[in-house]
């Protein structure tokens, strides 16, 4: 696995997969290793994949300062990812909990990214609220299959503040368009891809979201925000609100999906996600342009 030194020395790595022109890949969490993406429902057959395992996850170090886990302080990795291929501008797809280091990388660093795309993100660097209506909502669309009750009543307790872990849990078939086998293996492997430490450091301090919001609305770049229809995470209204941030942003809402649209209907999310990497008002990155320097 190729690996590089981050600014504190911390060596950290990635995986690819696919050829072509690539694009950086950030996975959620947060702080889970990029094992979870996968080759992104098979959008390696399009772009060259470039998925970072964050300092302390997967095969890359921890670092000798825990306090570097906070995700302001994660955009300096994003960047020494940058300098060791030798991009210039680069592509950058961010999924969930990663959309927070994917923005404050593009508030720090705006002309060093090319497109960036958005996959059911999270809200809290932007400081969008989403609301309990939203998320009874959402989890309504799902009131014929036959697990809502059980995972229904245990949302209603999350959301009055008696939800304890068992809750937590019971919810989980809302995560997914389908709960079948591979909804459920893939939810049973969360924690083997998790590093817990740096997750409850992630967030500590490292979001200002005014300012976020401030230099995202000067942002240049062009932005997907690819939201699931059935996603209780990150549904489609507060979606719309983080896509209304940029002056170039496209909503798509995936039908059916959760909040791993990947998984739900890898074709669909596969079509979508290409055709925007690929669009026509951006110079990308090709091949020759990746020019590791360590």
């Known amino acids: 696995m190729p690996s590089f030194s981050a600014y504190d020395g911390t060596e950290l790595t990635f995986d690819t997969f696919g050829d072509g022109s690539p694009v950086v890949c950030l996975p959620g969490g947060p ?9 992104l429902g098979g959008l390696s057959a399009h772009r060259r994949l470039i998925m970072l395992d964050l300092r302390g996850t997967g095969r890359s170090a921890i670092p000798a300062d825990p306090s570097s886990y906070r995700c302001d302080r994660l955009v300096e990795d ?40 958005l996959v059911t993100p999270s809200v809290y660097a932007v400081g969008i609220e989403v609301s309990p209506e939203a998320r009874r909502e959402t989890a309504l669309l799902r009131r014929d299959e036959p697990w809502f009750a059980e995972a229904f009543a245990a949302l209603e307790a999350i959301v009055s503040g008696a939800g304890d872990a068992d809750a937590f849990r019971a919810i989980a078939p809302f995560w997914y368009g389908r709960w079948d086998e591979a909804a459920r293996a893939h939810r049973d492997a969360e924690d083997a891809h998790k ?3 740096a997750a409850a450091r992630y ?21 997907l925000v690819l939201a699931g229809e059935v996603d209780l995470n990150s549904p489609p209204p507060a979606m719309a609100g983080i896509a209304a941030l940029f002056p170039h942003a496209e909503l798509v809402v995936q039908p059916g999906a959760g909040h791993f649209p990947w998984l739900d209907d890898p074709e669909r999310f596969v079509a979508t996600t290409a055709d925007f990497l690929a669009g026509p008002d951006q110079r990308l990155p090709t091949p020759d342009d990746v020019r590791p320097t360590g």
Not at 83 to 93: A, K, N, Q, T
């Open 31 to 39: 702080m889970q290793d990029c094992g979870y993406l996968g080759d």
């Open 78 to 117: 994003v960047e020494a990812l940058r300098e060791h291929l030798g991009l210039d501008r680069m592509d950058l797809l961010a999924h969930s909990a990663g959309t927070n280091l994917a923005v404050l990388y593009a508030q720090r660093r705006p002309e060093r990214v090319a497109r960036l795309a």
């Open 203 to 223: 967030g500590e301090g490292a979001f200002a979201p005014e300012a976020t919001r401030a230099a995202l609305a000067r942002l240049a770049s062009s932005v």
């Open 195 to 197: 590093n817990h430490e």
